[in-house]
């Protein structure tokens, strides 16, 4: 799993690190307060780890391997609100991804969703992060990568997004 840090960069969860700069800082969108969500860097404390069956996800051009059980924030650019589905009812039902880096984005961008391939059992690393929180999760490597959001559980109360707000 990979996540976007304060320099703008795409670090990678694929196995536990022997050493974490106490600096290192991801990204997340705060959507615990609907009214105002918002987004933070929060410093890496904790990683989780699990296995679960991942699915690779094409998100326009890109490629994304992620946890099947997982959700992802998706909308529509004319639209005034995101919404955040399991990655089990995306494939071939039209759902745009919503794609925004915090740090260099001037406006956020959406492209279609498509499940392409699914692997029975992953073993994944993410950082610990709190209810109404949503992971920026890079798409590419490098400097200034584009993100898309996922999130493992979310409450009822934080699915829906205004999207005039997060931007």
Known sequence: MKVLTLDNRTYTLEKIPEFVDDKLR???LDN???EDPD??????IFLES???????IKIGQYKIKMPLDWKMVVGEAEQ??????????????????FMFNPL???????????????????KWYFPKIKTGQILAVPLTNGPKPQC???VKDISRQCENIDYGSVW
Do not use: H, M
């Open 26 to 28: 991801f990204a997340v």
């Open 32 to 34: 615990s307060n609907p």
């Open 39 to 44: 987004y933070f860097f929060i410093p890496l």
């Open 50 to 56: 699990f296995n679960a069956p991942a699915a690779i």
């Open 80 to 97: 005034g609100e995101l919404n955040v589905l399991p990655i089990t009812s995306l494939n071939d039902r039209g759902f745009e991804a």
């Open 104 to 122: 260099s984005s001037g406006k956020p961008d959406f492209a279609e969703v498509d499940i392409v391939d699914i692997y029975q059992e992953v």
């Open 148 to 150: 898309a959001y996922f």
